[in-house]
């Protein structure tokens, strides 16, 4: 069955908008975490090689890798402007990669410790950190991670992004201009790419990660319908020479985003179709249905467990039932 995925979440958003579903939706029975299966890290399989080893792109652009993910960072002139900021435990190998280039501006891709952890670090070294403004509530108090059933403490508030957008928006910064703008649900519920227009450059954050296995952080709003559609809004900006960043491995050509896109699109009709039928995540997993589509997970039923989670969250979507 094919699901009209952005007509469905616009009919859906009056209902979906905040976290007051979730507890509802929490307690349907079809994605039953199966303790049996241990939860095991999706960057496992991403060749890691030295933590803050640089790739320069263009003139004016270049990545730090493996902090853990990629750190992008645009030359202005006057210092750098960063996207993401590394983990904590990483932020001084990213400070060292950046070598004399003092951090003024400095944009999250979203809230998750991973692209955030450096923010303390340099916002008290006089960066101003962008957010769109769910990520900045996100960060600004606790929050629960149901998959290790732990609350993390809310970063110190040095950390939390003092300049927020809800859309798009453009800034200039030396002779770049800088776009931005909200993805919809494609990750966490707050998330944002950042588009070196000049450099063509697009930083995608974890919206797109092929080498990985999706990512949908569910209680923080991310989900497959969203994710496929976050993929149609970047291929709008990007063209034949536009150079994409992910969150995590190497970078992608535009042609690569669309393959990423046109398998979201199927994942998304697949998994939908099983969930709407009122197959639960063990359910899928027993019947392989990942391996129709050709591609190894590292965690099958880890990305099965958050897809049905997240389609659940967006159930009124399916006429109103899937369980
Ligand atoms: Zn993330």
Redesign the pocket.
């Known amino acids: 069955m094919q699901h009209d995925r952005r007509n469905f979440l616009k009919a859906s958003l009056g209902s979906v908008a905040g976290l007051s579903t979730l507890p509802l939706i929490g307690g349907l029975a079809g994605c039953a975490q199966n303790p049996a299966v241990p939860a095991s890290p999706r960057a496992a399989a991403v060749p890691q090689a030295k933590p803050g080893a640089v790739i320069k792109l263009t003139d004016r652009v270049r990545v730090i890798t493996n902090v853990p993910g990629n750190v992008v960072v645009l030359a202005t002139g006057d210092g750098v402007m960063l996207v993401d900021s590394g983990s904590a435990e990483l932020a001084a190998v990213v400070q060292k990669s950046l070598g004399r280039d003092k951090v003024q501006t400095l944009f999250n891709t ?1 809230y ?1 410790a ?2 955030t952890g450096g923010n303390a670090l340099f916002a008290t070294a006089g960066a101003e950190i962008h957010a769109h403004t769910i990520t900045k509530q996100w960060l600004s108090a606790d929050y629960y991670v149901p998959s290790e059933d732990r609350w993390v403490k809310a970063p110190p508030k040095e950390a939390i992004p003092k300049v927020t957008f809800r859309g798009k928006g453009e800034i200039k910064a030396g002779a770049e201009t800088v776009q931005f703008g909200y993805l919809l649900e494609a ?2 519920r707050g998330d944002a790419y950042v588009f070196f227009r000049d450099s063509n450059v697009l930083v995608a954050g ?1 919206v797109s990660s092929p080498q990985r296995d999706p ?1 949908l ?1 569910w209680y923080a709003g991310g989900w497959l319908g969203g994710r496929a559609d976050a993929m149609d809004d970047l291929l709008e900006l990007v063209h034949d020479q536009t150079v994409v960043v992910p ?1 995590y491995g190497p970078v992608m050509t535009a042609a690569e985003l669309k393959a990423e896109r046109d398998y979201m699109v199927k994942l998304y009709d697949l998994v939908a179709d099983k969930v709407h039928k009122g197959n639960s995540a063990k359910d899928m997993l027993e019947q392989k249905v990942l391996d129709t589509l050709g591609r190894q997970y590292q965690d099958p039923y880890r990305f099965l467990y958050d897809a049905c989670k997240g389609l659940q969250a967006h159930y009124t979507n399916f006429g109103g039932n899937v369980v």
């Open positions: 979203h998750h991973d692209q990750h966490t974890d990512v952080d969150a």
